[in-house]
């Protein structure tokens, strides 16, 4: 999925190990980290002033954990949902 494909109007990104919380228009969003910037590399992009370091083959100590709650949520109902 890259950020023209999020499935939502507004993009949500937080990070409890941070403690972030971060709303923007998808029309910002897709400004901010370009319309086909896969999505976890739109993280990435997002979750750079966070506090902890982001995880990566360069850094496995990172300790970032920003996520889109919106898409977690989705995931966890996907089950119980007939398309
Ligand atoms: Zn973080």
């Known amino acids: 999925m890259r950020a023209f494909d999020f499935p939502f109007e507004t993009v949500e990104i937080s990070c409890p190990v941070c403690g972030r919380f971060g ?10 980290v370009g319309a086909n ?3 976890p590399t739109a993280l990435d992009i997002i979750a750079k002033d966070c506090s902890e370091d982001r995880p990566s083959i360069a850094n496995m100590q990172g300790r970032c954990r920003a996520q889109y709650p919106q898409l977690l949520r989705m995931n966890s109902i996907k089950n119980t949902h007939q398309s």
Do not use: G, N
């Open 37 to 39: 910037t896969a999505l």
């Open 23 to 32: 709303r923007y228009s998808k029309q910002r969003f897709v400004e901010l």
